[in-house]
């Protein structure tokens, strides 16, 4: 069986690797089973404190495989159980208390939104391209894509980029807040922003993302509920001891050399 979806862990990172550049990364039913593992292995790992999702060749995902769809024999039911199964793989990600920092280039379209937008930092490349084109083969939004695109770029717009052929370039795609930043090199920007976590207080950014990504889902009471019991769990932990002992070190010696 050929292996589509990769995981690398190494010095606290999971890299998950979509490795189908013939096809440009379109999703068939056995890759899309191949992801599902690859961000449930990543994400229930206790030793990983970053996870980095890039993609082979010259695009990030070219959404749903519409050739292996074509084939004589598949169903609405078989579709259904695949997009099932994919969306276990982006849960897990999305509902992770890790943070997910993934790097797009060339086209992202159809599905492909949604398997990029379930990472908490998008770095594009300058050729990105994205756009909808589920109705250009009669289909619908999946795999998270009418929510997660509507949460990073708003209703309207995400209309506009389901609704008509629009597509975003890279100077779009950060303006609307799709991906936080370009990049020369997205690969090795991402790779930069994942070390940087993996390094750094990695349960505080992880709680923080998991703050955030919950707080769509629930009245204000419970989300402040919810921060103020993360920040003293927070406070005891000997990662933030030892950072806010080495601030105020630090602020003493500014104020002792003025």
Same mark, same amino acid.
């Given at each position: 069986?050929?292996?589509?979806?990769?995981?690398?862990? +190494?010095?606290?990172?999971?890299?998950?690797?979509?490795?189908?550049?013939?096809?440009?990364?379109?999703?068939?039913?056995?890759?899309?089973?191949?992801?599902?593992?690859?961000?449930?292995?990543?994400?229930?790992?206790?030793?990983?404190?970053?996870?980095?999702?890039?993609?082979?060749?010259?695009?990030?995902?070219?959404?749903?495989?519409?050739?292996?769809?074509?084939?004589?024999?598949?169903?609405?039911?078989?579709?259904?159980?695949?997009?099932?199964?994919?969306?276990?793989?982006?849960?897990?990600?999305?509902?992770?208390?890790?943070?997910?920092?993934?790097?797009?280039?060339?086209?992202?379209?159809?599905?492909?939104?949604?398997?990029?937008?379930?990472? %908490?930092?998008?770095?594009?490349?300058?050729?990105?391209?994205?756009?909808? +084109?589920?109705?250009?083969?009669?289909?619908?939004?999946?795999?998270?894509?009418?929510?997660?695109?509507?949460?990073?770029?708003?209703?309207?717009? @995400?209309?506009?980029?389901?609704?008509?052929?629009?597509?975003?370039?890279?100077?779009?795609?950060?303006?609307?807040?799709?991906?936080?930043?370009?990049? %020369?090199?997205? %690969?090795?920007?991402?790779?930069?922003?994942?070390?940087?976590?993996?390094?750094?207080?990695?349960?505080?950014?992880?709680?923080?993302?998991?703050?955030? +990504?919950?707080? @769509?889902?629930?009245?204000?009471?419970?989300?402040?509920?919810?921060?103020?019991?993360?920040?003293?769990?927070?406070?005891?932990?000997?990662?933030?001891?030892? +950072?806010?002992?080495?601030? @105020?070190? @630090?602020?003493?010696a500014r104020a002792a050399a003025r």
């Amino acid at each position: 069986m050929a292996q589509h979806v990769q995981l690398d862990r +190494r010095d606290g990172i999971a890299h998950i690797t979509l490795a189908r550049p013939e096809r440009l990364n379109a999703v068939d039913f056995e890759m899309g089973t191949q992801y599902r593992e690859a961000c449930v292995a990543a994400t229930s790992d206790p030793t990983t404190r970053a996870v980095l999702i890039t993609a082979e060749g010259p695009a990030f995902c070219a959404g749903g495989d519409v050739l292996m769809m074509a084939g004589a024999g598949f169903t609405g039911a078989d579709v259904t159980s695949s997009a099932q199964v994919i969306n276990e793989g982006i849960v897990a990600l999305v509902g992770s208390e890790v943070p997910v920092v993934a790097a797009a280039r060339g086209a992202v379209a159809g599905g492909g939104i949604g398997l990029l937008l379930a990472a %908490d930092y998008v770095v594009a490349g300058h050729d990105l391209r994205v756009a909808g +084109r589920y109705a250009d083969v009669g289909l619908t939004p999946d795999l998270g894509v009418s929510t997660l695109l509507t949460r990073a770029i708003g209703e309207r717009r @995400a209309l506009e980029l389901l609704l008509t052929p629009r597509e975003l370039d890279a100077q779009t795609a950060v303006a609307w807040g799709f991906a936080a930043e370009s990049a %020369d090199n997205p %690969d090795a920007r991402a790779l930069e922003v994942a070390r940087a976590w993996a390094s750094g207080a990695s349960t505080a950014f992880g709680r923080a993302k998991r703050l955030v +990504r919950a707080s @769509a889902q629930r009245d204000f009471a419970t989300s402040l509920d919810d921060e103020a019991h993360s920040i003293g769990a927070a406070f005891d932990r000997d990662e933030a001891q030892q +950072r806010i002992q080495a601030f @105020a070190a @630090a602020s003493a010696a500014r104020a002792a050399a003025r």
